[in-house]
């Protein structure tokens, strides 16, 4: 048996690693089968040693969404990185967003969530056959040391629900294993099989899992917008998930080498409130951290590894969901450093700050008129926007830099007109992008005229060329026909003329 003064974690969740115990006595026991350490009976809470983080803030990076205003301030260290307001559906900032990159320990959120989806009851026992730890023995370096939570092989009084815990707060991965092998029918490899079913079924394009711990395998991978997709979809259908990822300390059943309970802490240091721990949030919550110090390929090449964090966090009314990927191990000096906790703080902190929910566009604002044809008492009728249009934008942003194009659906259109009638769009535009676009309708009705409605009839009859046609053979016929007039007349008189001088009258008029 060896001691230890502190909660012992291996790489896979070093972060775990720097927890120092107060008041707490650690015993680590390698058993075959079994990961065990036993604290006394005081169940005092543990109080953290960390490492001084880098808060260097220098300049604006990244990949962004539409409006181009988002720009964090500050350094972001991880390679990946997806940040989304909950409560407006708007993504903030990207950073690789789609970068397939491996996510380390935050892979048991998809773990977690296929066991809420799969489980009714959580408070059944589990089963715990030695096979379920063979594979962090087989000497493969990868799945070697992984974070534990004292689960031993054969232990009866376990259930879902404690596995759960041990999951996603301790990082267990022997947790990970159980729960799949109870979910998937005695195969581990049956519920990976379910975790990528869940994500292909999420839409994630990214994303494959090849265990159900996150210890590195070449083909577990996702990117920062898959897992933020499988981590909304439990946060939003599983109120469960949250409850378990949020909380920091839970109460173990006693097993043999714990008879009296232990208890385990969440690796989430925003989540961990200390006077020692600079990176405690008070608005953060849950959800995993994932960190793996280096790992090795195929070839024997030994590779860098990084660390991984999802989290949520509520202020003022906003909450935002964070993803971050394969933020740096170390430092430029070689120094452990905390560069996931860096870039939460860092985001939270800037948005909190920095960003709000602004009226951008007023549905009683007037936008543009459009001609209206044979209205009544009416030339034109105003357009104004169907709705109010409201978006997150940094407080620094001038509302007036923010351009209304209108797109009208013609020039001009004919009466009657409704009240409330779609007739174009308006197109907001910040930095040349386009923010939104919102329906232009009718601000008015607008009656038709009988008396210009007529006319424009008849204009338009007089426009026709049949009409034309018309009107010029009714021209040629009543030409035709005075011709013909004159014509008959002048026969008849001279007719006439004729009859006279035959008749020897005369037509001389005297005076």
């Not at 120092?20 to 079994?34: D, E, F, L, R, W």
């Not at 979910?183 to 079924?201: H, I, K, P, T, Y």
């Amino acid at each position: 048996m060896i001691f230890f003064d502190i909660m012992y974690y291996m790489h896979s969740d070093i972060a775990a690693a720097e927890n120092i115990s107060a008041n707490v006595t650690i015993h680590i026991i390698y058993n075959k089968g079994s990961f065990v350490y036993m604290r006394n009976v005081k169940k005092s809470h543990a109080i953290f040693s960390l490492i001084l983080a880098f808060a260097v803030f220098i300049s604006p990076f990244g990949n962004i969404r539409a409006s181009a205003a988002f720009i964090p301030e500050g350094t972001i260290y991880s390679e990946a990185v997806y940040m989304f307001n909950m409560d407006t559906d708007i993504a903030v900032y990207e950073k690789n967003a789609h970068e397939k990159l491996y996510p380390a320990s935050t892979t048991k959120i998809v773990t977690a969530i296929v066991v809420l989806e799969k489980v009714q009851n959580l408070d059944e026992y589990v089963k715990i056959p030695q096979s379920v730890f063979d594979e962090f023995w087989l000497g493969d370096p990868n799945k070697s040391d992984p974070s534990a939570a004292a689960i031993e092989a054969g232990q009866t009084n376990l259930t879902y629900r404690d596995c759960l815990y041990a999951l996603m707060l301790a990082s267990a991965c022997e947790a990970a294993n159980i729960l799949a092998y109870n979910v998937g029918d005695g195969s581990v490899q049956n519920f990976v099989n379910m975790m990528n079913e869940l994500a292909g079924r999420l839409g994630c394009a990214d994303t494959h899992f090849g265990n159900p711990h996150g210890l590195w395998e070449e083909d577990n991978y996702t990117s920062a917008y898959d897992l933020f997709l499988i981590t909304k979809y439990g946060y939003d259908n599983y109120p469960e998930f949250m409850k378990i990822c949020d909380t920091y300390e839970y109460d173990m059943p006693a097993n043999k080498y714990n008879p009296d309970g232990y208890t385990i802490h969440h690796t989430n240091k925003l989540i961990a409130s200390s006077p020692e721990n600079p990176f405690y949030y008070e608005y953060a919550h849950g959800i995993k951290t994932g960190s793996i110090d280096y790992y090795w390929t195929a070839d024997g090449e030994k590779h860098d590894g990084g660390r991984c964090l999802v989290s949520t966090a509520s202020k003022n009314g906003y909450t935002y969901m964070l993803v971050t990927l394969q933020g740096p191990y170390y430092d430029s000096e070689g120094n452990r450093f905390q560069s996931a906790f860096t870039d939460h703080l860092t985001l939270y902190k800037w948005a909190f700050s920095n960003i709000s929910y602004q009226l951008v566009l007023s549905k009683t604002e007037p936008v543009a008129q459009i001609a209206v044809e044979q209205g009544e008492n009416a030339d034109y009728v105003i357009l104004r926007p169907e709705r109010d249009y409201a978006t997150l934008l940094p407080n620094s942003v001038d509302l007036t830099a923010i351009r209304q194009v209108p797109h009208l659906d013609a020039e001009t259109i004919l009466a009657p007109v409704q009240k409330g009638e779609v007739l174009g769009t308006v197109e907001l535009l910040l930095n040349n992008e386009t923010l939104a676009e919102i329906d232009l309708i009718a601000s008015d009705s607008v009656k038709l005229s009988q008396i210009a409605h007529i006319t424009a009839q008849i204009k338009e009859l007089f426009d026709t060329t049949w009409f034309r046609l018309c009107f010029v053979l009714l021209v040629l016929l009543i030409v035709v026909s005075v011709i013909l007039i004159s014509v008959n007349r002048n026969r008849r008189k001279k007719a006439e003329a004729r009859a006279r001088r035959r008749s020897g009258i005369n037509t001389k008029r005297r005076y």
